[in-house]
């Protein structure tokens, strides 16, 4: 049975925030059944700083109460919708934990989301953050999005060329943002899969489970080095990477590579360069420092963390601290990867 659609008034987001901050929404609208969500925003009057469309929160920093509309979409089931000899499309709802549905696609012996094992979240929000670990992307297998339009009204089925994935970003993030409420997203997944062990470790904490290589060694491996690395925010509270790794022109990180030898340049091609944020926080000093009640976790820089009773404000002001020492250090301004509301 599926729940019926819920409106709550002066509702704590605090359970619905990986940060685990105290803040209120001043509605929360529930709902498992897109026709019944589209029917409850018929009519909408759509401003769009007065709506916030919530995942499993984490990749939300709360600074205050959010004085509109919360809109939380639980749908659920996953479904093949087409098949061929190589490939399966297949109908995720929104409100699955992601890694439930990673750990079915593995199950079924599917290929291309192994690499992005034990991310945090729902599946609505893969499209809208193009989540991405260990040299994979969840844009490259996304085929379409089902979404509830505000704006115009109505059900609306956006193809994934639409979207302009890139890294951390798409269209939902910019000219879209908050415009629509992800209902279901379809998945594009490869019977024979390819697999990808060239990011960092992979490899090698695949090789160490010995024997073949199979999908579930893959979701194995990409387990071990997330969890030997990254905080379980049920422990620690965090939004995982709090910032984004900067794009940089190459004749910059040419500079500075010559100037800190081994400092970690992907090229990108057409002249720009990826650096690694992590190694430049680390780089000056802020790797497991505390500042309040935020902190900047021991094992991965790039995260930061409430280390108990944290508030918004205890968390981007540490943000900004590290901005303005990588930018005098490095020249650089790393911008954050999390929504700040
Ligand atoms: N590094 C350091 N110090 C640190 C952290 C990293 O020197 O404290 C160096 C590493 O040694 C490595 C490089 O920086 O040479 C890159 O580090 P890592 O492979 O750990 O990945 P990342 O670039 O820091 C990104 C994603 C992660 C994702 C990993 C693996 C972003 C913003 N973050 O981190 O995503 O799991 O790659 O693919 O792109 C997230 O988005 O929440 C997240 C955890």
Known sequence: MKKMLEVRKDFSLKAYNTFGIEAKCKYFVEAEDEGELAEFVAGYEWNPLE??????????????????????????GIEVVEEDVESVSVRVGAGVVWDDFVAWTVAQGYGGVENLSLIPGHVGAAPVQNVGAYGMEAGET??????????????VRIAAGECRFAYRDSAFKREWKNRFIITRVVFRLAKHPQFRLDYGSVRSEVERLGGEVTLA???????????????????????GSYFKNPVVAQELAERLESQYPGMP???????????????????????????????????????????????????SRLANEIRKSVFLRFGVWIEPEVNVV
Not at 66 to 73: D, I, L, M, N, R
Not at 224 to 237: F, H, Q, T
């Open 142 to 155: 996304i085929a379409e999005v089902e979404a509830i339009d505000l704006e115009k009204g109505g059900r």
């Open 265 to 315: 340049v992907y090229p990108l091609g057409e002249g720009r360069c990826k650096l690694a944020a992590g190694w430049l926080i680390e780089q000056c000093g802020w790797k497991g420092k505390t500042l309040g009640r935020a902190g900047v976790y021991e094992k991965q820089a790039l995260v930061l963390v409430n280390r108990g009773g944290a508030d918004g404000t205890d968390i």
């Open 217 to 239: 060694k893959v979701r194995e491996a990409v387990i071990r080095i997330r969890e030997a690395k990254l905080p379980d925010v049920k422990v620690l509270p965090s939004a």
């Open 51 to 76: 709506v916030l469309v919530l995942g499993g929160g984490s990749n939300f920093l709360f600074t205050g109460d959010f004085e509109g509309t919360v809109f939380y979409p639980a749908m659920q």
